[in-house]
C-alpha cells in the first residue's frame, strides 16, 4: 500500500498565523513522506504538532510513519493521539490497527478495524486486514465474510483470498 493512501489531510479550516504555520509544515511533511524521506517527515509533522498540539492529521501521519520505521511503540502512541483528537477518524483506527498486526496484537486489531468500520461502513481496506486478521485467528467463517465484504466494496485482492482460503 503506498503512503500516500493511508496519509491524512488536515481537517481543520483555521486562518491563524499558527495554524497556517503548523500548517506549512504538515505539507512539508506530506511531501517528504511521499519522496520516502520518513525521518524529514517525522521532523516536519513534529514541528506541526509543536505549534498546534491538536493537530490530529498531523498526530496520525506521524504514527503511520513511525510504524513504516518500525517504531511500532511510537506509532501506537501518536496513532491513539489521533483518535482522541478526532474519535470519528476510521483512518486513525485503521492505522493504529496495522500497527497492532506489526505487534501481534490481533484482539486489539479487530476492535480497531471494526471500529473503523463503524465510522466508514464502507471501509474496503479495513474489511479485508480485518478478515486476514480473523482468519490468522482461526475464526474462518467470519474473516471470509469479511473478504466478500471488501470483494464487494471493490478490492480485487479479496478475492484471491477467498479462493484461497475456500
Do not use: W
Not at 486562518?15 to 517527515?41: I, P, R
Not at 501506537?76 to 482522541?84: F, K, S, W
Not at 463503524?118 to 480485518?130: D, H
Amino acid at each position: 500500500m503506498e503512503i500516500n493512501t493511508l496519509l491524512l489531510k488536515p481537517m481543520i479550516m483555521d486562518t491563524t498565523e499558527n495554524y497556517q504555520t503548523a500548517k506549512k509544515h504538515f505539507n512539508s511533511g506530506m511531501v517528504k513522506a511521499n519522496q520516502q524521506d520518513l525521518f524529514g517527515a517525522i521532523a516536519d509533522f513534529s514541528k506541526a504538532i509543536e505549534i498546534n498540539s491538536t493537530f490530529s492529521a498531523a498526530f496520525n501521519n506521524r504514527g503511520i510513519v513511525k510504524g513504516i520505521l518500525q517504531d511500532y511503540p511510537g506509532s501506537i502512541c501518536d496513532t491513539t493521539r489521533a483518535i482522541e483528537l478526532n474519535p470519528k477518524n476510521a483512518t486513525a483506527f485503521y492505522n493504529r490497527a496495522r500497527t497492532k498486526c506489526h505487534l501481534k496484537d490481533y484482539e486489539g486489531a479487530i476492535t480497531d478495524f471494526t471500529e473503523a468500520i463503524r465510522i466508514n461502513p464502507k471501509y474496503t481496506a479495513a474489511y479485508f486486514n480485518r478478515g486476514m486478521v480473523k482468519l490468522i485467528l482461526d475464526q474462518n467463517n467470519s474473516g471470509l465474510v469479511d473478504l466478500y465484504k471488501a470483494k464487494f466494496y471493490g478490492d480485487d485482492t479479496a478475492d484471491e483470498m477467498i479462493k484461497k482460503y475456500c
